[in-house]
């Protein structure tokens, strides 16, 4: 199961990215766990069917040229903190708000709280709880993106495989 929702989270992180920061993003597992490079990192809680939350690292080098890609700006242009910040946030909510759906189909409903970006003190608590799912490891460009999800409780495995089906029917 854990590869299954690895594979959903992949490809709805690929899409949004793709969609939303014209960002291409690549399998990249072959990252050592070495010091990580300079991050921002945002979590999004959710709850509802099952709780949990997602948690997306992004490289600071990408950061400018994401919000700016999403903000329709030049990369040169100054784009303030808190509007960088801001788009960083909206991606990881459309990542968790189509990610969820990917996995527990249309049927459940979920609440999911505001993103929020992490202090440096918390990404090391927030990328090691126990509760982790899976970890997706992809290189955009000059940097990285990698995202944690993280759900309480168990997923019935044939609700997984609907919507497994109805996604590859759909493709």
Known sequence: MEQK???????VTN???EKLAFFFAFPDDERDGGVPP????????FSGYFPGSLAIRLSTSS???????????????DIPAQDQ???FKEVINVIC?????AIAGDQVEFNIGAPEILSESDVQTEVSK??????VKLMIDDGFCDVYFFMEGQLLENIL???NEQMQQSE
């Open 85 to 87: 910040q801001d788009a």
């Open 161 to 163: 495989g609907k919507e």
């Open 97 to 101: 708000g189509n990610a969820l759906p």
């Open 63 to 77: 950061l400018s040229e994401l919000s700016a890609n999403m903000l329709g700006l030049d990369e040169d242009d």
């Open 130 to 135: 126990e509760n982790c799912m899976c970890v």
């Open 15 to 17: 899409e949004t990215l």
């Open 38 to 45: 300079p991050a921002i990192t945002g979590r999004v809680e």
């Open 5 to 11: 929702i690895k594979s959903i989270i992949a490809g």
